[in-house]
């Protein structure tokens, strides 16, 4: 038995700017391109996710240290506030508990977080504790999370890249390319023209035998989904990406009552397995949980093995090498995202920018996991100037 003795939150100085993808200098593909996003109902919001606060909040970074030494860290992108409700409430739950007890632990911060949270900040702040639980319960046991989860059932693992060098992408050997949405309805018919433009230059710059998905990223409504779709089915489009608002499941079990031979997969600002079981009522063909927004590995264990009751698919959302461990690990988890941050989107680099000092990257578009003792991550402490707001 090896007991949590203290957990520590900290935040990013704001000065650092490569720390995560929303912190990018000006001009990066990522921040600065045209994307249709919830907020490009206004015209003033619709050239730039920093223009509206994408990102505001910043990182979390949690350590769990246990009482023979060892630290475990996690994260998620809670800011502050996120720090604030770790040093002030959930932490207490963790502390003195066997580093095993992810359930228990987990359960109880859940709980007694009822009354402020459920979604959001609060989940995000579940997350990053959790994810730093598995990292030290692994340190401790001397193996990769990957491990405590069953073993791999895959390696290397196979990646598709989201980017918008399409044909870059390829050339790196990622099986497919997923490449954001530049207009939604508030563009009108131009915007859709534009759109369907966009997507007949990318097929015919990847060939006919590579995936092309497309993230919509909450933008459309069903009427112009249900357009797009159709004006889309000369180039083989995979899955679209979360087209509508998270909580509008009356408009996802529309879209598939009117589109049941299109893949629909959504999950990235879902929270915990009661969302995600809504969205399997909804008829949604592939889960996109964020490991470090969801509820962390404990929860999303639950929500896969929901999934797989109905041989639904479960491909994260962006969360990096924690979401690798979990790739590799379940029989309905078939391959990863990789999210090129580079300016132009081209180069492969690590997810967290340099918030680590090891991430693994992908080669010929796969990732090798090494076998080093939790996440295998380690934290750049010399190289970022981390602040903990409300030590206590």
Known sequence: MTIIKDIRAFTVDSSNKSTDYVSQPKGHWITDTLVANPMAIYPEYRGSRTSWGIGVLGPVVVEVELENGVIGVGMSTAGPPGCWLIENH?????????????????????????????????????????????????????????????????????????????????????????????????????????????????????????????????????????????????????????????????????????????????????????????????GIDILQPDLTWCGGMTEVRRITSMAASRDVPVIPHGSGVYSWHHQVSFPNTPFAEFLMLSPEGDIATPQFGSLFTNEPLPENGKLLLSDAPGFGLELNKEGLDLVRPFEQ
């Open 90 to 282: 959930l932490k207490q739950f963790a502390i003195g508990q066997n580093v095993t007890n992810v359930e228990l632990i987990w359960d109880q911060m859940w709980r007694a977080s009822i009354g402020y949270g459920r979604k959001g900040i609060t989940i995000h702040a579940i997350s990053a504790i959790d994810l730093a639980i598995w990292d030290a319960m692994g340190r401790d046991a001397g193996k990769p999370v990957y491990e405590l989860l069953g073993g791999p059932l895959r390696s290397p693992l196979p990646l598709y890249a989201t980017s918008p060098a399409a044909a870059s992408v390829k050339k790196q050997g990622f099986q497919g390319v997923k490449i954001p949405l530049p207009y939604g309805p508030a563009s009108g018919q131009d915007g859709l023209k534009k759109n369907v433009s966009l997507f007949e230059e990318v097929r015919g710059l990847v060939g006919d035998h590579f995936d092309i998905m497309i993230d919509c990223y909450m933008a459309l409504s069903v009427e112009y989904v249900i357009q797009l779709v159709k004006a889309l089915r000369p180039f083989n489009i995979r899955w679209l990406e979360e087209p509508l608002m998270p909580d509008d499941y009356v408009g996802y079990s529309e879209l598939k009552k009117r589109l049941p031979q299109t893949l629909i997969s959504t999950g990235e600002h879902e929270y915990t397995r009661y969302g995600f079981a809504q969205l399997l009522e909804c």
